[in-house]
């Protein structure tokens, strides 16, 4: 479905921040990106998604292909009505609406693909009891909850998600990725997801990459990452 083949992206005025990176992402499989702060797994989905442009990027090697046609470089409304959709590190949300405002203003931009604003509650049950409440004022899971189901209105089949587990306790962290696991399962979406929590992305993802420095330095279907020595020691802290 998603082809990177050999791409860097280098940011205004010459910063090299990806050097030659190649990963596949198959139709209906869950792909994780994995490394430390800073090696690149935020620049590897906005290239895909096009927002790297926003930020003064470019890809100025190798290729992004998608359903067969390249997307490099393409403005991210362009990459979006593809049905590539990102959820952005930090919860992107209106804070000063309410949960039911947030979805009305969500699915009426997306209107064009006939939004189902009950996905959001199907999916992250918890939110229809705070629906009137102001998104600012929702737990730091509940904001990451509302952020995934906002994605979800506009229909995507892949899925780019930013460190969903940033700042929540382990219990949510849990809870968010079982919603994502089922969204997966029972929609049919493909999911790109970018992590520094490798236990628990490596429960979901079929396959995944790690990345250091801008370079991938292992890939491996999850099972045989779990179990690797290296990963094992400086990812998930087991000596
Ligand atoms: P994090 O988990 O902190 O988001 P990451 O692996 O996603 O880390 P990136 O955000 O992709 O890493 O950043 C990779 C490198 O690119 C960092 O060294 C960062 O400082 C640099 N970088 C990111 N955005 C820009 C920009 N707009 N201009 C210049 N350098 C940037």
Do not use: C
Request: aromatic share 8%; charged share 30%; net charge neutral.
């Amino acid at each position: 479905m998603l082809e990177v083949n050999n791409i860097e992206v280098v940011y205004h005025p010459y910063i090299l921040v990806l050097k030659g990176i190649s990963i596949e992402v198959p139709e209906k499989s869950i792909v994780a990106v994995l490394g430390p702060n800073g090696a690149g797994k935020t620049t590897l989905l906005k290239a895909v998604s096009g927002l790297v442009k926003l930020d003064r990027g470019r890809v100025t090697k190798g290729y992004i292909s998608y359903m067969g046609e390249r997307i490099e470089n393409r403005d991210p409304e362009d990459v979006s009505r593809r049905g590539i959709i990102y959820v952005v590190e930090g919860r992107r949300i209106f804070r000063e609406l309410t949960v039911e405002e947030n979805i009305e203003a969500v699915a009426y931009a997306w209107r064009s693909r006939r939004p189902d604003p009950e996905l959001v509650y199907k999916y992250f049950p918890r939110l229809r009891a705070k629906r009137g409440t102001r998104a600012g004022y929702l737990s730091g899971g509940e904001q990451q909850m509302l952020a995934i189901g906002l994605a979800l209105l506009a229909r995507p089949r892949l899925l780019l998600l930013d460190e969903p587990s940033l700042g929540l306790a382990p219990k949510v962290v849990s809870e968010v990725y079982e919603s994502v696991k089922r969204m997966h399962e029972e929609e049919g979406v493909t999911i790109l997801l970018a992590e520094q929590n490798a236990r628990k992305a490596l429960e979901i993802a079929d396959y995944g990459y790690i990345i250091e420095n801008g370079r991938i330095v292992l890939e491996g279907p999850a099972e045989r990452l779990r179990e690797d020595k290296d990963v094992k020691e400086f990812y998930l802290g087991v000596k």
